[in-house]
């Protein structure tokens, strides 16, 4: 069993870090994340198996530096992951109402864990094995890429990042995911990293990753390194001040 508290360098800040993530085995599919830096702000992921046929994963991005928001982080892992398999057991559940009422207790979770307010983009999603479909929810984040034969769309923000109102909700969309096709997520630190020429320089942006995503193949972690090798040649291998994650899932069968 993982414990929740990690090995500590003697300079590392005190406090309890989430889980580490093991992602499951998916059938016909592929996911994976890639994360770099040194953990200094509020990137996180995570991914569980929710029923039989379903695997829940999220991708969230904590306002702050992580010595400030690691009580927020650890009470989103832990209400994503009871209340997620609560949610997602049924077989006969509606996911779209599902997704709707994790979201809702997810950011209720995060005011009540901050005592105030504290904005948290994430991306929620939830794929169906036998199916092929994905349910989803963007609360505030960079959009989801979603690359197939007809080319790469994006899956915009579905509503306000969560943390922010109590009774804010979000819409919560099914998609279907052919065989071939490929989701990316990354975080906002990929999009905003500068250049060569440091703050003069342009960000990597979102067109950056969508080319690079269109060419790139192997699994979904060959994927994200793909992502995160070209993000460090931009920026010249300079010191990282933020957080960078990529999360792929592929759907192979």
């Given at each position: 069993?993982?414990?929740?508290?990690?090995?500590?360098?003697p300079d590392e800040p005190t406090g309890v870090?989430?889980v580490p993530t093991v992602f499951p085995t998916?059938?016909?599919?592929?996911?994976?994340?890639?994360?770099?830096?040194?953990?200094?702000?509020?990137?996180?992921?995570?991914?569980?198996?929710?029923?039989?046929?379903?695997?829940?994963?999220?991708?969230?991005?904590?306002?702050?530096?992580?010595?400030?928001?690691?009580?927020?982080?650890?009470?989103?892992?832990k209400i994503f992951r009871e209340s997620g398999?609560?949610?997602?057991?049924?077989?006969?559940?509606?996911?779209?109402?599902?997704?709707?009422?994790?979201?809702?207790?997810?950011?209720?979770?995060?005011?009540?864990?901050?005592?105030?307010?504290?904005?948290?983009?994430?991306?929620?999603?939830?794929?169906?094995?036998?199916?092929?479909?994905?349910?989803?929810?963007?609360?505030?984040?960079?959009?989801?890429?979603?690359?197939?034969?007809?080319?790469?769309?994006?899956?915009?923000?579905?509503?306000?990042?969560?943390?922010?109102?109590?009774?804010?909700?979000?819409?919560?969309?099914?998609?279907?995911?052919?065989?071939?096709?490929?989701?990316?997520?990354?975080?906002?630190?990929?999009?905003?990293?500068?250049?060569?020429?440091?703050?003069?320089?342009?960000?990597?942006?979102?067109?950056?990753?969508?080319?690079?995503?269109?060419?790139?193949?192997?699994?979904?972690?060959?994927?994200?390194?793909?992502?995160?090798?070209?993000?460090?040649?931009?920026?010249?291998?300079?010191?990282?001040?933020?957080?960078?994650?990529?999360?792929?899932?592929?759907?192979?069968?």
């Open positions: 069993m993982l414990s929740l508290f990690h090995s500590r360098a870090e989430p998916i059938e016909g599919a592929d996911i994976a994340a890639v994360f770099t830096g040194k953990r200094v702000a509020g990137d996180f992921y995570d991914s569980i198996r929710v029923s039989p046929e379903r695997v829940l994963f999220g991708l969230l991005d904590v306002a702050g530096r992580r010595e400030d928001n690691r009580p927020i982080l650890t009470a989103a892992q398999a609560e949610l997602f057991a049924r077989t006969d559940l509606n996911e779209s109402e599902a997704m709707t009422e994790l979201s809702i207790r997810l950011n209720r979770g995060l005011i009540d864990a901050e005592a105030g307010v504290h904005s948290c983009p994430a991306f929620i999603g939830c794929y169906h094995e036998q199916f092929g479909t994905l349910c989803y929810t963007n609360a505030g984040h960079t959009p989801g890429l979603l690359r197939d034969d007809g080319g790469i769309v994006e899956l915009p923000s579905t509503g306000l990042p969560l943390g922010l109102f109590s009774h804010a909700t979000l819409d919560a969309p099914t998609i279907g995911l052919e065989k071939g096709s490929a989701l990316l997520l990354v975080s906002r630190g990929v999009l905003e990293c500068d250049g060569h020429n440091g703050k003069d320089a342009e960000e990597f942006g979102l067109q950056r990753v969508k080319d690079l995503f269109q060419s790139a193949t192997g699994t979904a972690h060959e994927l994200c390194t793909s992502i995160m090798n070209a993000l460090a040649e931009f920026n010249a291998h300079r010191p990282i001040c933020d957080d960078r994650t990529a999360l792929a899932l592929l759907r192979k069968a």
